[in-house]
């Protein structure tokens, strides 16, 4: 059984990809453990930019006698597994790298502190008030948070009370903070994983966090990252580089060729293939196709909608544009029925686009680069 799963074109660029290597200079690796593959991407700094040294993606359903796509819940042995021989064919260098956490590992919620803090008063502050919105002990968790920018106040926002010169008070301020609640029991698991796999771990990151450095450049406006992953997607309201609001919704590419298997009484792989090849454009011979997909993508769609809707009208702030990711957004069809849908630019992610690569490895990096945003991400929170 062959457990690797890169994309062809690439194991015929790897030896090509090694002649540009030229030594001396520190390598950063991001290492995406993710629900259906894990994805490796190797970079390093010459001359102040980044250059890609390799990339790499295994599939992970192989390791569990299913189908390359599926969605897995593998063993700490096996994924250790699937890691050495995704490092071993795509001749990853370094022994060390920044690792994905899963979002589903997490909670992310904004709070609202009523008070100006510091330091160890902020953390004991933040870790009071976290606990009203986590559903376990406090223990069982490690807490982060990152203080969110201020916005400007509108004059409506402003608790107006007239004194004798008629000047507005200042309202009462009050400091957002965005909190990130990780499972002890998530961290030890992959800590297991890279010792197992004879790696070290620099760090290890919520991916959603890794996506946003991959996707994001100078964006001020709030955005929305659309992250499509295998068993979910995720939604990240941006703004300032900070996420202001975070969401899941349990639905993903492997859904969605799940029901075409069922519908169309064909093989889980037969209908993977189907959804890559034709999309919502669908197949002339099987007009079905594409009504099975549309079914999941109008839930997507749908669900994100609420999110926005729900987000402008507690913000007062507009979504100026909807940033794709992940291997789930390279579906045909589905930038023209999100454009249709939400009204706003909407773009597919590039984030290779940041990092200086062969002129050969161009097209492919283009194409299929969304599925690399975390790995990528990781990779280059390591170098700086």
């Known amino acids: 059984m062959e457990h690797f799963n890169m994309n062809n074109v690439f194991k015929n660029l790897l030896s090509k990809i090694s002649k540009f290597r030229d030594g001396g200079e520190a390598s950063a690796v991001g290492i995406d453990i993710g629900s259906s593959a894990i994805k490796v991407v190797e970079i390093k700094k010459k001359g102040g930019r980044a250059i890609l040294e390799t990339y790499g993606s295994i599939a992970l359903g192989p390791y569990d006698s299913l189908d390359v796509g599926r969605v897995t819940n593998l063993s700490v042995e096996k994924l250790a597994e699937a890691l050495k021989e995704v490092i071993k064919q795509s001749g990853v260098a370094a022994a060390s790298a920044g690792f994905s956490i899963p979002v589903q590992s997490s909670l992310i919620f904004p709070i609202e502190l009523p008070v100006q803090a510091e330091g160890k008063e902020m953390a004991a502050i933040v870790s009071t008030e976290a606990r009203k919105y986590i559903p376990v002990p406090i223990t069982e968790v490690s807490l982060d948070y990152f203080v969110l920018p201020k916005k400007e106040a509108s004059f409506e926002e402003m608790n107006i009370t007239v004194n004798d010169s008629n000047v507005p008070q200042k309202p009462t301020e009050k400091t957002g903070v965005l909190v990130v609640a990780t499972q002890n029991d998530a961290t030890s698991k992959y800590r297991s994983i890279v010792s197992e796999s004879g790696l070290s771990a620099s760090f290890f990151e919520i991916e959603v966090f890794s996506s946003i450095r991959a996707n994001f450049e100078h964006e001020l406006s709030p955005v929305l990252l659309m992250d499509f992953g295998a068993s979910r997607t995720k939604l990240s309201i941006v703004e300032f580089g900070m996420i202001k609001n975070y969401h899941t919704i349990e639905r993903g590419g492997a859904d969605i060729s799940d029901s075409i298997s069922k519908s169309l009484s064909i093989p889980f792989s037969e209908a993977e293939k189907m959804k890559k090849e034709f999309g919502l454009f ?29 987000y402008e009208k507690k913000y007062n702030r507009t979504i100026s544009k909807i940033i794709f990711s992940g291997g789930g957004s390279l579906l045909k069809g589905l930038k023209e029925s999100a454009t249709s849908n939400f009204r706003v630019e909407i773009e597919v992610g590039l984030p290779f686009s940041t990092v200086h690569a062969p002129e050969f490895l161009a097209k492919v990096l283009e194409t299929m680069g969304s599925e690399f945003a975390v790995a990528l991400g990781l990779a280059l929170r390591k170098l700086q």
Do not use: A, F, Q, R
């Open 282 to 310: 669908g197949n002339p011979t099987e007009k079905s196709l594409s009504d099975i997909i549309k079914i999941h993508i109008d839930y997507i769609l749908s669900e994100t909608n609420s999110v926005l809707l729900g």
